[in-house]
């Protein structure tokens, strides 16, 4: 996929020296920078690189030790709760229910994320329409193959249209020609003024974002767009990209 540029000003996050403790221990050490509205931003960093706690703090889940940060325009710190009804997340790890029906799980998310509820059946109908779900409206999620939940994962994280979504590696466990489908969404989603803020073990992936933050041992060591990235560190690839700086990291615990 070529690379994109996004023509956006409006800065819908925002972190400056953002800072995580754990007694003695920095997580996540002073990290700055800012994601443009519509911007496909890829964050990317090796077991414990710290990644994971500062998604955290973007997504109003965990609370700073020190430094701002700004999401959808509110404090992360004061406004949390604001900033959850403006964001959309997706996890590999959980994101659908099982043991309900693809309909029941996309009104249980629609009414997490604060649809009014004259809106929750036409937009359900709209939206089995345009993944061709609908004839797995009653079917349970559990049975759907892992690339169908996936779409159904993301398209419901997006459901009431926030201004960014998270999503913590989304594509892992699915086939290449899958993982294209789901990126082919995530560019839909972008075109529609919709932020994303995606971590993924797949370096081919990074290719795909408008720029890609590194980080090591808690810090920011490299935020640029894949092909200036490239230019930089004289690689082929982001896979060497990252391997160069990932070589550096002295800690490997998951954070």
Not at 124 to 129: I, M
Not at 232 to 240: I, K, T
């Amino acid at each position: 996929m070529p690379e994109r540029v996004i023509d956006s000003m409006e800065k819908v996050i925002v972190a400056d020296k953002l800072t995580k403790k754990f007694g003695d221990f920095i997580a996540v050490d002073h990290i700055s920078f800012e994601v443009e509205r519509g911007e496909i931003f890829g964050f990317l960093g090796a077991n414990g690189a710290g990644k994971t706690t500062a998604m955290r703090m973007l997504c109003g889940l965990s609370i700073p030790t020190s430094g701002k940060g700004l999401v959808a325009g509110y404090d992360i710190h004061t406004q949390s709760e604001k900033v959850k009804r403006n964001i959309g997340y997706m996890s590999q790890k959980f994101a659908l229910y099982d043991d309900l029906t693809v309909a029941e799980n996309i009104r249980l998310y629609a009414g997490i994320y604060g649809v009014k509820e004259k809106e929750i059946a036409p937009k359900t109908k709209e939206l089995l329409l345009r993944l061709g779900f609908d004839n797995e409206r009653d079917t349970l999620v559990k049975s759907l193959p892992m690339g169908w939940k996936q779409k159904l994962a993301f398209s419901v994280a997006i459901f009431h249209e926030p201004k960014i979504v998270f999503l913590d590696e989304p594509t892992g466990g699915v086939d290449p020609v899958t993982r294209r489908q789901f990126w082919e969404m995530i560019y839909e989603a972008s075109d529609r003024g919709i932020t994303i803020f995606v971590t993924t073990h797949y370096m081919d992936e990074a290719e795909y974002c408008n720029r890609v933050c590194v980080m090591v041992d808690g810090r920011i060591d490299a935020l640029d767009s894949p092909r200036n990235l490239k230019i930089q560190y004289n690689a082929q690839n982001m896979d060497e990209v990252f391997q160069q700086l990932a070589r550096n990291a002295k800690r490997t615990d998951a954070i």
